[in-house]
């Protein structure tokens, strides 16, 4: 092992070298997102040929401590990475660095009625059997949750199993977050309340994530089902009635237009060509009423085979098995209106057509019923990718830019002048996941704090 610089030298003569990678060939698996370049050619092209000084695995934080504050001292960029199971090279560093594999930190650390505390590196799958020991479950969990971990999911993440009664990790489905700041000597930090939503997909930039608090709800028993319809207009009434449903709990209600069930690979002998479906996750005590308001609207209940898991299908897994089939397909990210989402999709079929091919999430937020587009465009061309988003910006659609890899620019983050506020004091030298947040906006708020 050739050590080439003094940084590498010291992580080394601290932690010794099988906890330290430095060749290039073994830092390979740390430097691709599992999924990221094939939903945005210009996320990909950012992150064509990524490259670190080290990989560092900490077994304890008092080692995640002292890696951090060696890297500060020696003004090496820092980024800290779970499963990498981003959409946006979140996990991925610009600048070289520090790539820090977090997953060893995976303890539960304590479990009660109402919350659960666990290390940053906790796989959610793990954190779900805990809390159902307890008679309990995770209120909200990624799609990725076998594998995705509770700092990858506040730091990267937005919604997911159980948005549909719970909403977005704004919704206060993240409690605390304690992390560790980027200085020397480095100091615990924690956001609790309105402060959480600082760290909330802004990639790890304010603070090096240790541990996360997560409210619980009492554990249900969930059925994993598909509903077809022959028409969309059909299902996407039917989802919208059923979210708004108070009398029915749901984990999921993802909307797929034909052809895009017949596009998952591994259940697309379940659906026709033709047919557009709902996916959920209901409540088992709600079967029969799903039923019949199912019928009544023209649609086909079918229950989900035992494997795989309904959740390798909806949210950003749509464009995975779309692209798969499409290599050449774009996508968009969007919320509409509550008030106006008929006539919002009803405009954007009558103006784009095929071109889009729609997919929604339906998300209940304070008793709101939320849909929000997650959606693949047959082309790539970005004339045409442009055109989409001025149209649906001028009926009064919310477009998040999913081919950005900077947190301002994606648009699920409103508070980005408290966000680098907290960074000048927590990141001085703006080392944690440099780039992620636009130069110009931190160089002023630092120029502003002296």
Not at 136 to 163: C, D, K, N, Q, W
Not at 196 to 202: D, G, I, P, R, S
Request: contains cysteine; aromatic residues 8%.
């Amino acid at each position: 092992m050739v050590l080439g610089t003094s940084f590498q030298r010291r992580l080394v003569e601290e932690f010794g070298a099988e906890r330290v990678i430095v060749d290039p060939a073994a830092q390979r698996r740390y430097l691709e997102d599992r999924s990221f370049a094939l939903y945005s050619a210009l996320v990909a092209e950012a992150f064509a040929n990524p490259q670190a000084d080290a990989i560092f695995r900490p077994a304890s934080t008092g080692e995640l401590k002292r890696a951090v504050e060696i890297a500060v001292e020696h003004r090496r960029p820092i980024t800290v990475r779970g499963a990498g199971t981003g959409n946006y090279g979140q996990s991925l560093p610009l600048s070289g660095g520090m790539i820090i594999d977090i997953r060893a930190l995976n303890r539960v650390i304590a479990v009660n009625d109402a919350t659960i505390t666990v290390e940053a590196g906790a796989v959610l799958a793990d954190a779900e059997r805990a809390a159902r020991e307890k008679g309990r479950e995770m209120r909200l969990l990624p799609s990725t949750y076998h594998v995705a971990t509770a700092s990858g999911f506040v730091a990267g993440g937005s919604g997911g199993i159980g948005s549909a009664s719970w909403g977005r990790l704004w919704n206060g489905n993240v409690l605390a977050v304690d992390m560790l700041t980027a200085t020397v000597p480095s100091h615990p930090v924690r956001l609790e309340g309105d402060a959480v939503n600082l760290a909330l997909h802004t990639y790890g930039v304010v603070g090096v994530i240790t541990r996360v608090t997560f409210p619980l709800a009492p554990a249900r028993d969930w059925v994993e089902a598909a509903v077809e319809f022959g028409s969309f207009e059909a299902a996407t009434r039917f989802a919208w009635e059923l979210c708004a449903d108070a009398e029915i709990t749901l984990r999921l209600c993802s909307l797929q237009q034909a052809p895009i069930p017949s596009w998952f690979e591994p259940v697309k002998a379940m659906f026709p060509p033709d047919a557009s479906a709902v996916l959920l996750m209901h409540e088992s005590g709600s079967t029969g009423r799903v039923r019949r308001l199912a019928e009544s609207a023209g649609g086909a209940y079918v229950p989900w085979p035992t494997k795989p898991s309904i959740s390798q299908f909806p949210f950003s897994h749509t464009i995975l098995w779309i692209k798969r089939r499409h290599p050449d397909y774009s996508w968009l990210q969007y919320r509409f209106d509550p008030g106006a989402f008929f006539e919002q999709l009803r405009a954007m079929e009558e103006r784009f057509g095929s071109l889009i091919l729609h997919h929604v999430e339906f998300m209940r937020v304070n008793g709101t019923v939320c849909p929000d587009g997650i959606s693949a465009l047959a082309s790539s061309d970005p004339k045409e990718v442009d055109q989409v988003i001025r149209f649906l910006e001028s009926i009064g659609v919310e477009v998040l830019n999913p081919h950005s890899y900077v947190v301002e620019e994606g648009g699920m983050v409103e508070e980005i002048e408290r966000v680098l506020e907290l960074k000048a004091r927590t990141d001085p030298f703006g080392l944690l996941n440099p780039g992620k947040i636009g130069r110009r906006f931190y160089d002023e708020r630092l120029a502003q704090l002296g």
